[in-house]
């Protein structure tokens, strides 16, 4: 599915870098998300972004910081990560934000942080 | 905390097999959705169910929404290998939270 595009896909960083993932959606949707998914762990909510509004910040380190510059776009700015950061970075989107509404994934960044 | 399990956890099933799983909740659900995701790739939705009792089917799969509203269900017929994947269940309780389930990682061996 080419509706979510995110860049890049693999990602490797040092602890004290800074980069940024991105996150592109094609389907003239309104809601836009960040999760993480470890392994053996369900996907875990992180950011939720309704038209271009942070709606839910789900005890996320600081050290993530989340973009949403309009409804098209969300970016998640990454510093001074940990080890356990590593992880697949996935972004997502819906017509709405209300949770009744199927969510549309990109591929997913793999973070490796050394 | 509220959590989906999902059962089996892992699945080895020869092909042309059918394969059933399913996801259960300590909370009611108003949605329920199926998504897979293969390696390298981010989930894709397979079927979304709305109302308890609900039985839809996407192909080769079917999916039900329980009576009790805390589970569903996900049936794949006559399995072949590029089924392969991981299964994951998901969707928003009666209080709003979205979860996603833990996942069925499927191989089916040719």
């Known amino acids: 599915e080419t509706g979510v595009t995110q860049t890049p896909r693999h990602l490797v960083m040092g602890m004290t870098n800074k980069k940024s993932l991105k996150c592109e959606q094609h389907l003239g949707h309104n809601a836009m998300y960040w999760y993480k998914q470890s392994a053996k762990k369900p996907l875990e909510l992180m950011f939720v972004y309704s038209l271009e509004e942070r709606v839910e910040n789900n005890s996320v380190p600081s050290r993530f910081s989340p973009e949403c510059p309009n409804s098209s776009h969300l970016f998640l700015h990454l510093h001074t990560l940990q080890p356990e950061d590593s992880a697949l970075y996935l972004c997502?989107?819906?017509?709405?934000?209300?949770?009744?509404?199927?969510?549309?994934f990109g591929d997913g960044t793999r973070l490796s942080i050394l | 905390g509220q959590q989906l399990n999902q059962s089996p956890q892992s699945m080895f099933i020869q092909e042309g097999e059918d394969v059933s799983m399913n996801c259960t909740s300590s909370?009611?659900?108003?949605?329920w959705l199926w998504y897979k995701q293969e390696p390298g790739e981010g989930p894709v939705l397979l079927i979304a169910?709305?109302?308890?009792?609900e039985l839809t089917s996407n192909g080769r799969l079917t999916a039900q929404f329980g009576i009790t509203r805390k589970d569903s269900f996900l049936n794949i017929s006559a399995s072949i290998p590029s089924d392969v994947g991981i299964y994951f269940c998901?969707?928003?309780?009666?209080?709003?939270?979205?979860?996603f389930g833990t996942g069925t990682s499927l191989t089916v061996i040719p």
């Open positions: 169910l709305y109302k308890a009792g």
């Open positions: 909370s009611i659900f108003n949605t």
């Open positions: 997502a989107s819906s017509w709405t934000r209300y949770s009744n509404q199927p969510q549309h």
């Open positions: 998901a969707g928003p309780n009666t209080g709003n939270q979205f979860y």
